[in-house]
């Protein structure tokens, strides 16, 4: 900027003009000059620096000097010798020649390219934020993926553990079945041992197996739960994300790596502070990182640290229990063969001492029989008209030594002293006899007890191996429970024959099936509709007042029938629901938990089923129709002749085919019933029906609510 050098003053008496018009003339020049030094000072504040700072009381040589100082190279002084100049640190423009870098200058009024800069400030602005929603959406990406990845993980071992739970299962099942078997050997035999300890030790570690499995199991479900919910979350907010960076194409997981943060690929990670990678931005929740991400971010790295530790313990809990299970089966096992080696052991001791002892009654028993003879023998003869037997009592030397009345001979003295005496030794060796039979009985009783308790203990063991096969699984073993069949069994048999021609025919049938199968069999014919409901309550009453087990019942309902009704002898329905109620679990309690079989043989309906011939005999049949009742309760099996809405054909002089059928396979076969009663399907789907000249089909209908194998014989 020009400088004006002020003028030499002259003196006020060589001045021609007047001092207010020269006053006013340098009031001009003064306002002029301090117009162009602000105006100056303001055009090039306009291009200063924001912290440039002006202090009027420093000069400006010097404020000039301190201003720039922070511009120039910094010099450092190498090993050799040699120094090293580098520019400062920060932004602006790096002036090599001058060895300056004098921070950016910012203009405060627009420059002619001003729309162009915001414009680029603006695509600047938009392109740090579809980055920063790509960097945030990458981040979001990889926990989605990870939080899938362990509920993967978690499934597979809520799995393994779901397996575990179940052979913990189906050893507590084979734990009972081995104490219910065990239950069947003799009284002798039930003395308890170490074999019903480990048993029981078996079924209390079990339990407690049990109830840590199922444990896992809940805290894994919520964990599951958690992990879902999670991954949902972080969708959604990834979701979001993306629609802000639709037109950039670069993958998110080289937005990671760029990133240079392993915190941010791997959840797992600890975050460390680095000193290239980016850093977490703040959250904003205008901004690409809001705070629903921030805090979906933190759920998942603290679930997935909770998920890890929950794996390692489910994973740690299931191999212990596999281990546990198998050593604790395994003593069972041992034990159960020890009791076996011994029960062996005293078997062959046993066997021992009843050959001995057997030889011992034959040696006595053979010695009795002498000692009979030999006093046969003493005695002598029973008529003296034997020839020696007179010669003994007509010899000579006795005739003439027996003249005298004190000379008698002690031959017969003698003779009865010896009877008496041999008497007394038999009547001894035959109680002797006695002892040693009875003796022998129990012994062989005993020895019966320990072969029988010998085989349980191997059907027990047998049955263990078998059953704890991984191939086995939980409802493969309980099918292979049974219901109890070793109570009384009892029958009942309400049959309508008037009208039902060949129903005789099937009553005998079915006599004969109960009595093979070792039934307790009730006939009552031609009840009326009031009696078939006094009769089932009569036969309810007397089990229930029975003092020793029943173990099944069966009903046979044999009538004509009209939708859900039996027709009793006088015409009258009766409803097949109110039959079924009077032995269900509710009603009859010696029957609470145990079979209950219905067999219907009537018709169902009007409808023919005309099918196929397959194969059969011809068969005349006639009959009404039947009903149908779904139970409501366990332990029940209805057998219907005929599926309902159709009609249930019979024989006039042979009866009906579904009982003779029925009888046939219950008494020809053995086996659960429900495979019998799927022979008696398929031999009646096989059966061709002629009913009024035309081929007729008819298919039995079973409904089951049975818990367990039902085992007839």
């Not at 420093?58 to 511009?71: G, N, T």
């Not at 002629?690 to 298919?699: A, F, I, L, Q, T």
Request: charged share 30%; proline share 5%; aromatic share 4%.
């Amino acid at each position: 900027m020009p400088v004006l050098i002020p003028p030499i003053e002259q003196s006020e008496s060589s001045r021609v003009g007047a001092p207010q018009w020269r006053q006013e003339a340098q009031a001009k020049m003064m306002e002029a000059q301090q117009l162009t030094d602000r105006c100056g000072q303001e055009a090039v504040a306009m291009w200063q620096p924001k912290d440039s700072v002006w202090d009027p009381n420093v000069a400006r040589h010097l404020c000039k000097a301190a201003y720039i100082q922070p511009w120039r190279f910094h010099v450092q002084l190498l090993q050799d010798g040699g120094t090293l100049e580098t520019p400062p640190p920060g932004e602006g423009v790096t002036l090599w020649k001058s060895k300056m870098k004098p921070p950016a200058w910012h203009a405060r009024l627009p420059l002619p390219l001003n729309r162009d800069a915001r414009a680029l400030q603006t695509v600047d602005l938009v392109q740090a934020h579809a980055r920063g929603a790509r960097l945030t959406a990458a981040r979001l990406e990889r926990a989605q993926q990870q939080i899938n990845g362990q509920l993967q993980l978690l499934q597979r071992q809520r799995q393994a553990t779901d397996h575990r739970l179940s052979e913990v299962r189906k050893g507590l099942l084979i734990n009972q079945q081995s104490v219910k078997l065990r239950g069947y050997r003799p009284e002798s035999e039930k003395i308890p041992d170490k074999a019903d300890s480990m048993l029981i030790l078996e079924r209390e570690k079990l339990k407690s197996m049990k109830r840590k499995m199922e444990e896992d199991m809940e805290k894994s479900e919520v964990m599951l739960k958690a992990l879902a919910s999670c991954r949902d979350t972080l969708a959604f907010c990834c979701k979001e994300r993306l629609q802000v960076v639709e037109l950039m194409n670069k993958p998110l997981d080289k937005v990671l790596e760029l990133a240079g943060r392993h915190s941010w690929v791997d959840l797992s990670r600890i975050p460390t502070p680095s000193t290239q990678g980016l850093k977490t931005p703040p959250s904003d929740p205008v901004g690409a990182y809001t705070p629903e991400c921030a805090a979906a971010l933190n759920d998942a790295k603290r679930l997935l640290m909770e998920s890890k530790d929950t794996l390692q313990e489910m994973a740690k809990n299931e191999e212990d229990i596999r281990e546990q299970q198998l050593e604790i089966s395994d003593g069972v096992c041992s034990s159960l063969a020890q009791k076996m080696r011994e029960t062996t052991e005293l078997k062959e001791r046993m066997n021992m001492t009843v050959g001995l002892m057997r030889g011992t009654i034959h040696r006595c028993t053979k010695f009795n029989q002498e000692m009979y003879i030999t006093r046969g023998l003493i005695k002598g003869p029973l008529s003296k008209t034997h020839l020696e037997t007179r010669e003994k009592l007509d010899r000579p030397l006795v005739r003439v030594y027996q003249r005298h009345v004190g000379t008698q001979l002690p031959e017969a003295a003698r003779i009865t002293q010896g009877t008496d005496k041999l008497q007394r030794h038999i009547s001894h060796v035959e109680k002797n006899l006695e002892d040693l039979h009875t003796t022998h009985r129990n012994l062989t009783r005993s020895l019966n007890c320990k072969r029988i308790g010998h085989e349980v203990d191997y059907n027990v063991v047998r049955l263990r191996l078998r059953q704890r096969h991984p191939h086995v699984n939980y409802q493969q073993a309980q099918c292979l429970e049974a219901y109890d069949m070793s109570g009384a069994r009892v029958a009942l048999t309400l049959c309508v024959t008037k009208a039902r021609e060949g129903s005789e025919a099937d009553l005998v049938a079915l006599e004969r099936m109960f009595q093979q199968l070792g039934f307790e069999s009730t006939i009552k014919r031609d009840p009326t509709a009031q009696q078939f409901q006094e009769e089932l309550e009569k036969f309810q009453q007397a089990i229930d007042a029975r003092k020793d087990f029943v173990s099944c019942a069966f009903v046979v309902l044999m009538a004509h029938g009209l939708e859900g009704q039996l027709e009793g002898e006088d015409e009258q329905m009766v409803e097949l629901e109110n039959l079924f109620e009077v032995l269900n679990n509710k009603n009859c309690v010696a029957l609470r938990a145990k079979p209950k079989v219905y067999i219907v043989q009537a018709c169902r309906g009007e409808q023919k089923d005309p099918g196929e011939t397959v194969g059969g005999g011809n068969i005349e049949m006639i009959t009404k129709d039947s009903p149908q009742t779904i139970p409501t309760y366990t332990d029940a099996l209805h057998i219907y002749s005929t599926v309902e809405g159709y009609l249930s054909y019979r024989h006039e002089e042979e009866g009906s085919c579904f009982i003779q059928t029925l009888v046939d396979v219950f008494t020809e076969r053995k086996g659960p019933i429900l495979e019998l009663l799927s022979e008696v399907t398929r031999r009646m789907a096989e059966a061709e029906v002629v009913h009024e000249g035309e081929e007729r089909k008819m298919n039995p209908e079973v409904q089951s609510t049975l818990r367990k194998q039902l085992y007839l014989q």
